[in-house]
């Protein structure tokens, strides 16, 4: 076995991470954990976009429910082009 004078244990066979391999490690785990932020960002995103969309319509479909229920037998668009349907 082959002993570095400035080491205490062998070459071979030795336990823990060195330095570099802790840059390493630290490194990649930055980079998945910046593909999941970015991914986190346009999930709420795209929530946001659906919410908007969902009061849209919502209000689209009171405004064509109260177009409906309307009555169109003196339907105008101003109220002096009101025609008098009354035949007497």
Do not use: C, K, N
Request: glycine share 6%; net charge negative.
């Amino acid at each position: 076995m082959r002993r570095i004078p400035w080491r205490s244990r062998p070459l071979r066979g030795e336990s823990g991470l060195s330095l570099i391999e802790m840059l390493v490690s630290l490194s990649i785990l930055a980079v998945v954990f910046s593909g999941f932020a970015a991914v986190l960002v346009g999930a709420i995103r795209g929530v946001v976009v659906t919410e908007h969309e969902t009061r849209a319509t919502a209000i689209a479909t009171e405004a064509v429910e109260q177009l409906q229920a309307s009555d169109w037998d003196s339907a105008a668009l101003y109220e002096d082009e009101v025609a008098d349907t009354d035949p007497r």
